[in-house]
T-cell receptor, first 114, second 111 residues
């Protein structure tokens, strides 16, 4: 299993605040992903990166932004949080160099915006 | 885009029972993964199985890519098997590497 970490695990903040969700992986994976999941629902891809300085928007439109300055780090930022952003955010990574491209997921961040 | 459908949506079992979960997908896929999401929200890899059959303890999975479905078998279920089981696929081409998830099967195992 890959080692992939997310902080914070839980976050409750007020409307209008700027937040950054952290995601790091120690396996040297070139690809990283952010998914959004509402309770009891399927996951939707919101951002992905195929390497340093590469970021793309996913299938679900999101007001968040991401950056990939280092291979191991893929933070997600919300400039002004709103209650509609309340959800679980899951980070994942994979390595195209190993042939299987299996994605491994972090523990997630549960975000509540009041 | 590719569509992924899982069945049944909900499943309730007594401990010790066996079950089969199904995943249908609408187009050719390069890869397919099964996950278990525990009550704390963590997604745990069960199988990477674009084709063929794999087994891991009480769990096994079979993917028939030509017929566009995959099955997850759980034998002698335990209460710790409870949670949501997701199937996810890679559609390939320009979307290579991006997982599309099914809506999940919620499994509840009673003691």
């Amino acid at each position: 299993e890959a080692d992939i970490y997310q902080t914070p695990r839980y976050l409750v903040i007020g409307t209008g605040k700027k937040i950054t969700l952290e995601c790091s992986q120690t396996m040297g994976h070139d690809k990283m992903y952010w998914y959004q999941q509402d309770p009891g629902m399927e996951l939707h891809l919101i951002h992905y990166s195929y390497g340093v300085n590469s970021t793309e928007k996913g299938d679900l439109s999101s007001e968040s932004t991401v950056s990939r300055i280092r291979t191991e780090h893929f933070p997600l930022t919300l400039e002004s949080a709103r209650p509609s952003h309340t959800s679980q955010y899951l980070c994942a990574s994979s390595s195209s160099g190993r042939g299987t491209d299996t994605q491994y997921f972090g523990p997630g961040t549960r975000l509540t915006v009041l | 885009g590719i569509q992924v459908e899982q069945s049944p949506p909900d499943l309730i079992l007594q401990e010790g029972a066996n079950s089969t979960l199904r995943c249908n997908f609408s187009d050719s896929v390069n890869n397919l993964q099964w996950f278990h999401q525990n009550p704390w929200g963590q997604l745990i890899n069960l199988f990477y199985i674009p084709s063929g059959t794999k087994q891991n303890g009480r769990l096994s999975a079979t993917t028939v890519a030509t017929e566009r479905y995959s099955l997850l078998y759980i034998s002698s279920s335990q209460t710790t098997d409870s949670g949501v089981y997701f199937c996810a696929v890679y559609a390939g081409g320009t979307s290579y590497g991006k997982l599309t998830f099914g809506q999940g099967t919620i499994l509840t195992v009673h003691p």
